[in-house]
């Protein structure tokens, strides 16, 4: 069956719009600093490929810095809603990172281990199960990360 050169046009212009009406109907808070560390549309392309070279220097060389960590990522990215509550990655239509790999149906294992949150909403959980007395290890981690950074919390107290 041949398409005409009418349909196809339609039919790309439509794919082409798609990613301006879920812009458009996005639920994400924005992000907390005014500009990325790297220009936005750079980022768009190469963020796995920056966080996968930090990942290299912190795990195999042990250099730490922060500027292109996962960490100062979540801490910028994943702000509270206007009720205050902090998206989990599960949460694939507020989380910063899980709406744009839902939307390009990219999986990816970055917060089997690490946090999918800053530290402040994870101080806040906890905070929040102490008020309704509950003992903070009932708060329930989405990664080994969150479980390190409540124990060393408790333990700070």
């Given amino acids: 069956m041949k398409m005409t050169t009418t349909v196809r046009v339609l039919l790309v212009s439509l794919i082409l719009l798609l990613p301006l009406a879920a ?3 996005s639920k994400i808070p924005p992000p907390k600093g005014d ?3 790297e220009e936005t549309e750079w980022m768009r392309v190469h963020h796995f490929e920056t966080i996968l070279h930090q990942r290299d220097e912190t795990v195999k060389k042990g250099i730490r810095t922060t500027k292109h960590s996962l960490k100062n ?4 990215h994943i702000t509270a809603n206007d009720a205050g ?6 949460d694939k239509e507020q989380h910063f990172c899980a709406s744009c790999h839902e939307y390009t149906a990219v999986t990816i294992d970055c917060f089997h281990c690490h ?3 800053p530290e402040e909403a994870v101080r806040e959980s906890i905070k929040k ?4 007395g ?3 290890h009932h708060v329930t981690h989405s990664s080994t990360s ?5 124990s060393k919390l408790l333990t700070a107290q």
């Fill in 23 to 25: 812009a458009e109907s």
């Fill in 35 to 37: 500009q990325c560390v």
């Fill in 73 to 76: 990522c979540i801490s910028c």
């Fill in 85 to 90: 509550v902090y998206a989990r990655y599960s």
């Fill in 115 to 117: 946090s999918d949150r």
């Fill in 129 to 132: 199960y102490q008020k309704d």
């Fill in 134 to 136: 509950q003992h903070p």
């Fill in 146 to 150: 969150d479980l390190i950074l409540n």
